[in-house]
């Protein structure tokens, strides 16, 4: 993977999602896969993906939202 700094901020954003696809939510991830995904941007200091969740085998498990953390880009 490239060096953080050397992203640009698009980069930053999904090298932060694939992060915490594969770290924190790790476990959901194996057995949902992402219906939609976008950004909550309103404040400034609190940029946060947001993922609706689908399960493949149980409708009934399709109310599922994925809170990302907080995305701080690098500086350029």
Request: proline share 5%; net charge negative.
């Amino acid at each position: 993977m490239n060096d953080i700094q050397s992203m640009d901020i698009g980069e930053q954003s999904v090298a932060h999602v694939e992060k915490h696809m594969d770290e924190s939510f790790e476990e959901i991830m194996e057995n949902y896969i992402v219906k939609e995904l976008y950004w909550d941007d309103n404040e400034p200091n609190n940029i946060r993906a947001i993922a609706e969740m689908y399960h493949l085998e149980d409708n009934s498990l399709n109310n599922l939202i994925v809170l990302f953390p907080p995305f701080i880009p690098e500086d350029q």
